[in-house]
């Protein structure tokens, strides 16, 4: 059975930290790329960042650049995003989700490709 199971969200002050982790099972992580998405109240699921797993090549959107880094523990299934300097606008629930590598990787932050979906962590960022 396929499941990716993300964990580490939580309550925190902006400007604080977090890091996140998706555990990933019942298939090949080195096929694919796991990336992290995020919906906030009200809005599109929209991509993060995500890395190719047989590499370790990550891409990350504009609005987390510098403040988010995604890595991998290949030996543990487990994709983690660090999170530093949250802002308010960072709260949301926050997926994890895998895409067979063939797909290229202009589509590993498209949320209408992936082939699977955790159930996602819930962060919230106050003031």
């Known amino acids: 059975e396929v499941q990716l199971v993300e964990s580490g969200g939580g309550l925190v002050q902006a400007g604080g930290s977090l890091r996140l982790s998706c555990a990933a099972s019942?298939?090949?992580?080195?096929?694919?790329?796991i990336g992290w998405f995020r919906q906030a109240p009200g809005k599109e699921r929209e991509g993060v960042s995500c890395?190719?797993?047989?590499?370790?090549?990550?891409y990350y959107k504009q609005f987390v650049k510098g403040r988010f880094t995604i890595s991998s523990d290949n030996a543990k299934n487990t994709v983690y995003l660090q999170m530093n300097s949250l802002k308010p606008e960072d709260t949301a629930v926050y997926y994890c989700a895998a895409l067979r590598t063939y797909y290229g990787r202009s589509y590993c932050l498209n949320s209408g490709a992936m082939n699977y979906w955790g159930k996602g962590t819930l962060v919230t960022v106050y003031s």
């Open positions: 890395i190719n797993m047989s590499d370790g090549s990550s």
């Open positions: 019942g298939f090949t992580v080195d096929d694919y790329f």
